[in-house]
């Protein structure tokens, strides 16, 4: 395994439109005995009520999700260029079909949190989550939103404090 070191989050020179819009994620949550992650592309990070945070957003339709509702941690990992076709693998197929791990070749590393995230990655936010909300439609300011859900499957947000930082 690699090692990573512990960071402060604010150190961190990416640009967090491209980290999480354009090269994607991995939201995972559970334990080491029992997870599941999917990509992400919709989340942020910043500065709430004084704490560092990460926010991402699950559909309740995703298997993760139960995981997410059940955990008080949850991780996101970034990965370099070359696992892009890891990241779309975990997010067009269902954990409850398949072991993602297994499948690409990924190394879930227990966290301090007790969270799970991935050895391969370059970046990985460990978080306590302290909010979540459902999306509702009728807190859209601009309708055109109401476009990204044909389904009508609005997603819950999640806010968590980054606990732990990690680079390699």
């Not at 090269?23 to 029992?34: E, Y």
């Not at 957003?57 to 990992?77: G, H």
Request: proline share 4%.
């Amino acid at each position: 395994m690699s090692e990573f070191r512990k960071v402060n989050p604010q150190t961190i020179a990416d640009n967090v439109f491209k980290l999480v819009g354009t090269d994607w994620m991995l939201i995972t949550a559970g334990k080491i005995d029992g997870f599941n992650t999917m990509t992400g592309s919709w989340g942020g990070m910043g500065v709430l009520w004084d704490m560092n945070v990460c926010f991402c957003v699950i559909r309740p339709t995703r298997y993760t999700y139960s995981f997410m509702e059940q955990s008080d941690y949850f991780s996101l990992s970034f990965f370099n260029v070359e696992f892009r076709n890891v990241l779309t693998f975990c997010g067009t197929n269902s954990g409850r079909d398949v072991d993602k791990p297994v499948k690409t070749g990924l190394t879930p590393i227990g966290g301090a949190s007790g969270c799970v995230y991935f050895d391969e990655a370059r970046l990985v936010m460990e978080c306590r989550k302290i909010y979540y909300q459902d999306i509702t439609p009728i807190n859209f300011a601009d309708p055109l939103i109401d476009s990204k859900y044909p389904l009508k499957d609005y997603h819950r947000m999640y806010i968590g404090e980054v606990v732990n930082c990690l680079v390699k």
